[in-house]
């Protein structure tokens, strides 16, 4: 019985290698009929690395590989002949596939012995990155020195492009900074008004942190520059692309209301002690009662604050939007008379607990906000999502 059970076991185990193995040799073959012939290389070298005699993975790669260096080849002879704007995109773009098939073959000695000829693209590629770093980098900045944001958005691209081939050359990092600042829509975000002292603070924490978010997560990676009313100032903006009004229209901090509610509680069926019959104790059972006065204590802070956002040079609104928030505080306890084992665990924990006090206004003020900010800052992402 066992050994049919192992015989049986080592059956399908050989069933399943069998069609791991024919599945890889196949998917090469599978790709290269439909063209992919880079895919299908990579498939065959894979293939060859576990089964370095696999008649059918050689038979993919040497065909695969001839059509590949072929396709690469011709692409990178039109581009030259034709010389257009994105010469060096599509001639790097075909040396660095062709350097990533040479890479693949090299580390397969199986693969060696089947690609004979390989082609040598390292020199023809180092080259070829050496003259398009010159030459986007030139452009790039030919683009800024022309002025203005659709010149300095097509010097970003270009300088985009040196720093995805060599991070560090030349200034690149300056360049690529002063290029994004140009191409930049200004925006400035005016201080949110308060003209309570008694939340001033808390206000200022508020503002911080949408700046922050403005900074850290839209600023990042769109083409906007935020800025405080004195950062303009300093930049000399006078007139910026847009501006960003936050003020509330009104709010309430600390409003009170207190409920009280009386109740009566009976369980029965309790054990109220024990007696003695016929010479055993048995258990008393009864009734108990007990009353409960709860209270509770809720303290609300709400308020609707007002998003605006402008083009000072056509005097238009671009947004307007009123965004609530509110936050309840709640505080439960109570007191009971009567037998405790009348009311429930829940309701003695209410019993035990006291009266609380609520956080200070400031807090209040930040706990509220809190909703306000969430929605804000989620509004402001989607409306310059566009600006890229």
């Not at 839209?218 to 303009?232: C, D, K, M, S, Y």
């Not at 956002?309 to 109570?334: D, H, R």
Request: hydrophobic share 35%; with cysteine; net charge positive.
């Amino acid at each position: 019985m066992r050994q049919t059970l192992f015989n049986t076991l080592s059956v399908r185990i050989l069933m399943a290698l069998f069609i791991v193995q024919t599945m890889a040799c196949s998917s090469g073959k599978r790709l290269y009929e439909k063209g992919e012939y880079d895919g299908a290389v990579m498939k065959a070298s894979q293939r060859l690395k576990q089964a370095p005699n696999n008649a059918k993975a050689k038979n993919t790669l040497r065909n695969a590989y001839t059509l590949a260096l072929k396709t690469h080849l011709d692409a990178i002879q039109q581009a030259d002949s034709f010389r257009t704007e994105n010469y060096y995109d599509i001639t790097l773009s075909n040396y660095t596939a062709l350097y990533n098939l040479e890479q693949t073959i090299k580390f397969c000695p199986a693969c060696l012995k089947v690609v004979k000829n390989l082609y040598e693209v390292d020199i023809k590629l180092a080259q070829t990155k050496n003259d398009a770093l010159a030459f986007y980098y030139k452009r790039g900045s030919d683009y800024l020195a022309l002025g203005g944001k659709t010149n300095a958005r097509k010097a970003l691209i270009d300088f985009n492009k040196v720093v995805s081939i060599q991070y560090n050359y030349k200034d690149i990092g300056t360049q690529v900074n002063q290029a994004k600042w140009e191409a930049s829509e200004k925006i400035v975000i005016n201080h949110i008004p308060m003209h309570s002292k008694s939340y001033s603070i808390s206000n200022e924490f508020l503002e911080k942190k949408i700046l922050e978010y403005c900074y850290n997560n839209i600023q990042a990676n769109r083409l906007v520059q935020f800025l405080t009313p004195e950062e303009a100032k300093r930049e000399n903006i006078l007139m910026p692309d847009q501006i960003i009004d936050i003020y509330f229209d009104d709010f309430i901090v600390g409003q009170t209301y207190v409920k009280e509610n009386n109740q009566e509680y009976k369980k029965d069926s309790v054990i109220m002690g024990t007696t003695n019959v016929n010479g055993k104790e048995q258990s008393v059972y009864g009734s108990v009662k007990a009353s409960i006065r709860s209270f509770e204590k809720t303290v609300v802070s709400s308020g609707l604050m007002n998003l605006s956002i402008s083009k000072p040079s056509s005097n238009s609104t671009l947004l307007t939007e009123k965004i609530p928030g509110t936050y309840t505080w709640v505080c439960k306890w109570g007191n009971y008379n009567g037998d405790s084992r009348a009311l429930s665990k829940d309701l003695i924990s209410l019993c035990q607990g006291k009266e609380q006090m609520p956080p200070m206004p400031q807090d209040l003020f930040i706990e509220f906000t809190k909703p306000i900010y969430s929605q804000l800052t989620s509004r402001l992402n989607s409306f310059y999502n566009s600006y890229k």
